[in-house]
C-alpha cells in the first residue's frame, strides 16, 4: 500500500505481523515501512510512504494502468518511464530495479556527493540513499 500524505510528519514506526504456532508461543514478524520524499521544491506530493512489500514507481499509462509511485505532473516527469523501477522488501532489506525504462536509475548512497552509474541490476537501498529516476530525485528513508 502506498500513501501520500500532507504535510510530511516526523512519525516513526514500524508495522508488527502476529502469526502465532501455536497460542503459546507467538512468532512476531516485524516488516520495515520506507518513504520517499521528493528533493523537488513545491512537488506534487510531499512524500510517499511504502508500507507493503513493493511498489511500482512510474506514470498512470492507459494501457498499464495506475502505479503505486506516479511520478506523473513532478518536473522532469518526461524522463519516467510509465513503469519505471520497482522498489521492493525482500531478505530483510530494501532494493531497487530498473523495469526497462529508458531514461534509468541512479543512486547516490548515503554520505556521497554523487551519483553512481546507472543501475542494471537490483540495488540495495540504505536509509538516507537518494535516488533518481530520470531527472526526479527522491530520498529514501527507512522509518
Given at each position: 500500500?502506498?500513501?501520500?500524505?500532507?504535510?510530511?510528519t516526523?512519525?516513526?514506526?514500524?508495522?508488527?505481523?502476529?502469526?502465532p504456532?501455536?497460542?503459546?508461543?507467538?512468532?512476531v514478524?516485524?516488516?520495515?515501512?520506507?518513504?520517499?520524499?521528493?528533493?523537488q521544491?513545491?512537488?506534487p506530493?510531499?512524500e510517499?510512504i511504502?508500507?507493503?512489500n513493493?511498489?511500482?514507481?512510474?506514470k498512470?499509462?492507459t494501457?498499464?494502468?495506475?502505479?503505486?509511485?506516479?511520478?506523473?505532473?513532478?518536473y522532469?516527469?518526461?524522463?519516467?518511464?510509465?513503469?519505471?523501477?520497482?522498489?521492493?522488501?525482500?531478505?530483510?532489506?530494501?532494493?531497487i530495479?530498473?523495469?526497462?525504462?529508458?531514461?534509468?536509475?541512479?543512486?547516490?548512497?548515503?554520505?556521497?556527493?554523487?551519483?553512481?552509474?546507472?543501475?542494471?541490476?537490483?540495488e540495495?537501498?540504505?536509509?538516507?540513499?537518494?535516488?533518481a529516476?530520470g531527472?526526479?530525485?527522491?530520498?529514501?528513508?527507512?522509518i
Amino acid at each position: 500500500n502506498i500513501h501520500t500524505s500532507s504535510p510530511p510528519t516526523l512519525e516513526t514506526s514500524k508495522k508488527a505481523n502476529i502469526l502465532p504456532t501455536n497460542s503459546a508461543n507467538p512468532t512476531v514478524i516485524t516488516g520495515t515501512i520506507a518513504k520517499l520524499i521528493p528533493k523537488q521544491v513545491g512537488s506534487p506530493v510531499p512524500e510517499f510512504i511504502i508500507d507493503s512489500n513493493n511498489a511500482l514507481i512510474g506514470k498512470f499509462d492507459t494501457n498499464i494502468g495506475p502505479v503505486e509511485i506516479d511520478l506523473d505532473g513532478f518536473y522532469g516527469d518526461e524522463t519516467v518511464s510509465s513503469t519505471h523501477a520497482e522498489i521492493y522488501f525482500e531478505n530483510n532489506q530494501w532494493q531497487i530495479k530498473d523495469m526497462g525504462s529508458t531514461h534509468g536509475i541512479y543512486i547516490k548512497p548515503t554520505g556521497k556527493t554523487r551519483f553512481g552509474y546507472r543501475t542494471n541490476k537490483p540495488e540495495v537501498l540504505n536509509s538516507g540513499d537518494e535516488i533518481a529516476i530520470g531527472k526526479i530525485r527522491l530520498l529514501f528513508l527507512i522509518i
